[in-house]
């Protein structure tokens, strides 16, 4: 197995991992949540600043592995700017592919198509999973 | 068979022959050839133990006690005579102290929901320490939470040692149960056993040892320990998943009342209650893993084959090779005590900026299988600061090839993340 | 591969193809081809159940859950897997509904030590019935005395029924739990559980189905039974000893509390206290059975094949025709309802002034494997009058010759105690 | 195998069990027992009258298999009249034997080979041995 193409870590995923977009914390945030997966001590905290149900500004403060690290950079350029209902439609969808209930990645979804070697390898389609789980349970914060 | 003369300086060539005795290492993985350093986690198993699974199956199999018929008395045979072997194998003095479990875990449960909540209350003490796995750690806080018994956690040190003078200091007279592990599964490092349960006992403790890792290791000799409980699991030592063993001293085993009940374990039934047998059948409640126990005597028979102490130093020579060469690789930090005297068969590390399951994985790609994550063991992660290392383990069909693998492999790992 | 039609004009010959799938049928016994009737106690393997088991330690062991090596990937799938075909058999909306335990005893168990304990409190009833297992006995007897609830037996009819209004004359607001057998392991009794299951629940009460002995002989349903927990184990039902399994509705899984605590059940362990993980990892402490566990969907995959359907109407089809044989030898009394409608694949009798021990010692001595004994049913031998009985029980590869090879062997019974 | 000859129920056993010697209950015994195997549901009471210290008459009733009926008759004859001690350890060593810890029979026990059969079944070995546990167990009666 060539050590740069194909597999899990391909090139965008490094790439993804060592220089992740959107990181660090919105200030002020209006949506705001943990996910964790204690068993590899994976952690992650999203906050978003939400404006007439648009994710204005995202982003993520990650402490886990390479996937879950680019899974999270990937996700945040996919909904920035989406609308949070739509944005977490195309979670559930993103899930459903990963968890092998769907095939195929819709349109919307094919900058992640670097994450879907990650279903391959069950134990670490949570790491890919993570980010959106935070998303779905994100609620507004401080109030 | 297994090589019969491994002395301490135990040369490559000469274990070397087990390999082929273990079908699975034909194995291609990624198209890479199979080097399993995840032993602490479960051994493979050589033709022999396979075969004694098949040979039940086609041959003798019954289902235990209570039948006349020619196949249940040899079925009946298998499981109780495979109960002897495990007695003469840990110097237990005789086939009645060996209780049939699941595993490690379901013995160490036995011991907590029997004894222990039976003989626990409110202001008594258990000790225990942070390297001890959760199965030794869970079942005692289930115990304690129902009978208000307090737990303490002798620390560790940062060299990956059970503090000896903090452990001293936790026992009082209130210390009614002292349980440790003979052997860390993250760390490797082997406890003074013998001088610790000493001490326990002084003060009027009882004892268990977790043997999961320690048994498929090193000679364990429960007579010589003293222990009152000693658990360990066949799927750790070259046997099935599905068999463990509980070890006790038998006027306790009698002391003690079933946990689970159900046919095989009683005498008489009537509508209001009922009778026990004897242990250790009062302990063995439905059918047993009958298959699993023969195969269990057959893992033995191939480690007594070897010799416990031959196991041991071949372990020693592995750990001390594995050691130096992780101490060359760049970019690796390796825990524990980096001291094969005391420690055994097992080493914890991480490579540097790169998550263990990240490691791990690309490791994997190249056929190196080793574990990364907390192991089974959060308080010693959070002792040793980290969420999660690699661990690699070895069994007696490792190499120094299989270390060379590694190293390998981990400048694999450091290329991808460079 | 098992024959496929065995329609309810089921021919001898058609389902014997699958004795050549049996590699213990090749046995010979005392110079005698092994007749094998005692599948109540637990039933023989095919090879493809046999090849599993070495599959996966030839080619898949490893540890599940918690390690990404391509191993241990395998073998989690292969054991997630097994849960998901075994919950698909069973008629179950989930795979998180099912459990993997040793076997019925310990499922049985579970459901009395975390469920009953939590729920029972004195001045509350358990109904039970005269004709279960001490597995479905003994652990309510237990959870009992904890707890102060009582236990009620339903009667058993002469003719081996149980007593239906004496059943419904036990219900009441107070009874809280009522576990009985689908499948008497003795006389092979259905009972009409459907109906009782709907009378229980009407009343409020919890219902647990030992499927031990039904699971294996005819479809059960658990979304048809509507039964909150369903107990089987898998070596009845051509699976290897030491896997079995618990059913329960989704939940009340959810809301039960763990028994065993350790590896594998948590997901944060901290000094004070751990973390449940979600049923059903909940309750699986330890490495569970990981081979059983995918020998188990083996098993499954063989009767599927033939269809639950076909083995049900093959055993009642062996069943008339032995109990017609059996009403034609001399000085035999068969217990039990006589009549394959209501008479599953299990039949008791007794060799006039014949102890059952010296009966079924002398029929080894021919071949044929039976058990005499209580079969761990001393509240249902008091009631037919007798301290043991012979019985003899059929499985899949059984056919009319095994059952005039029995006959064969009484006939030399009563020459030997002539 | 034939029928009739060699296996556990040679015609010696047979006989005996058909025929127990010494049956029924010592009246007035001094001596008396009961033992039982739950798991086969054989039962056994053993009485005899003690003079000093020689079991100047023993008997049992037995309800059980056909070894252990055979059993009882035939260990009667062997320790009527015989001191109740040395009677004891005749039980241990017939016990030595059919536990394998022993290989051969005494001359004194001579009377009990065709019991010896017996233990190349583990399961039935009890029955071969239960009349000697109640001489082991048996206490004196009525006092
Ligand atoms: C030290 C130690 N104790 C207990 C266990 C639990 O063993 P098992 O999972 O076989 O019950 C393990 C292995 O996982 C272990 O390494
Ligand atoms: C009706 C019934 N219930 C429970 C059991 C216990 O099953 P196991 O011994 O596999 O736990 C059996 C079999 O022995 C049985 O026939």
């Known amino acids: 197995m060539d050590e740069d193409k194909g597999g899990l870590y391909r090139a965008v995923i490094l790439e993804h991992a060592k220089n992740p977009r959107n990181s660090g914390r919105v200030e002020n945030p209006t949506l705001q949540a943990r996910a964790s997966n204690p068993l590899c001590g994976d952690e992650l905290e999203l906050t978003a600043s939400l404006e007439g149900g648009i994710l204005a500004d995202i982003r993520f403060q990650v402490r886990g592995c390479a996937i879950v690290t680019a899974a999270a950079s990937l996700m945040s350029q996919v909904v920035q700017g989406q609308d949070l209902e739509v944005a977490r439609v195309l979670g559930r969808t993103f899930a459903g592919v990963m968890e092998g209930e769907a095939s195929d990645l819709p349109a919307d979804l094919a900058a992640l198509e670097p994450l879907v070697e990650v279903k391959k390898h069950r134990s670490r389609i949570k790491c890919a999973l993570l980010p959106w789980y935070a998303l779905a349970d994100a609620e507004g914060a401080g109030g | 068979m297994p090589a019969g003369s491994c002395s301490s300086d135990v040369g490559a060539m000469e274990i070397n022959a087990n390999r082929a005795d273990f079908p699975i290492l034909q194995r291609e993985i990624n198209g890479h050839p ?68 699941r595993g490690t875990t379901e013995a160490i449960n036995l011991v907590a929901q029997s004894w222990a909540r039976a003989h626990l209350t409110a202001g008594n003490e258990i000790v225990l320490s942070e390297m001890e796995h959760h199965s030794n750690i869970v079942p005692w806080q289930m115990v304690a939470r129902e009978t208000g018994a307090a737990i ?43 001088d610790m349960i000493s001490e326990a006992h002084d003060l009027g403790a009882v004892v268990l040892v977790d043997g999961a890792q320690g048994v498929p290791r090193a000679p364990v000799d429960v007579a010589a320990l003293d222990c009152e409980f000693l658990a360990f699991s066949g799927h750790k030592m070259l046997a099935p998943t599905g068999i463990g063993v509980l070890y006790a001293k038998e006027h306790i085993l009698a002391s003690m009342e079933p946990v689970q009940g159900g046919g095989g374990m009683i005498t008489r039934v009537e509508e209001a209650g009922a009778e026990w047998m004897e242990p250790p059948w009062r302990f063995e409640a439905g059918t047993p893993n009958i298959a699993g126990a023969a195969a269990l005597a057959t893992a033995v028979d191939y480690l007594t084959a070897i010799g416990m102490a031959e196991v041991q130093a071949w372990e020693a020579s592995l ?100």
Do not use: W
Request: hydrophobic share 40%; aromatic share 6%; charged share 20%.
């Open chain 2, 319 to 418: 750990t001390e090779y594995a050691l130096a060469a992780l101490d060359q690789a760049p970019g690796i930090t390796v825990f524990g005590p980096r001291d094969s005297l005391i420690q055994s068969g097992v080493i914890a590390f991480n490579a540097d900026g790169v998550h263990p399951h990240d490691a791990a994985q690309i490791l994997d790609e190249v056929g190196v299988a080793v574990r990364g994550g907390h192991h089974c063991c959060q308080l010693l992660m959070r002792r040793l600061g980290v969420p999660a290392v690699l661990r690699a383990s070895f069994s007696v069909y490792n190499d120094q090839g299989d270390v060379e693998r590694l190293i390998g492999g981990l400048e694999r790992v450091a290329r991808v993340f460079r």
């Open chain 2, 34 to 101: 199979l080097t399993y350093l995840d032993n602490a986690a479960t051994t493979q198993k050589p033709r022999s133990v396979i075969q004694a699974i098949t040979r039940f199956y086609e041959q003798h199999n019954a289902n235990v006690h209570r039948a006349v018929h020619t196949l249940s008395e040899e079925a009946t045979a298998l499981y109780e005579d495979a109960r002897a072997k495990v007695a003469r194998f840990i110097g237990a003095p005789s086939a009645r102290c060996i209780v049939f479990t």
């Open chain 2, 152 to 194: 303490r956690y002798a620390r560790v040190t940062p060299r990956g040692l059970l503090d000896r003078k903090h452990f001293s200091s936790l026992l009082n007279k209130n210390t009614r149960l002292v349980a440790l592990t003979h052997t860390s599964n993250v760390l490797g490092t082997v406890n003074p056993l013998r």
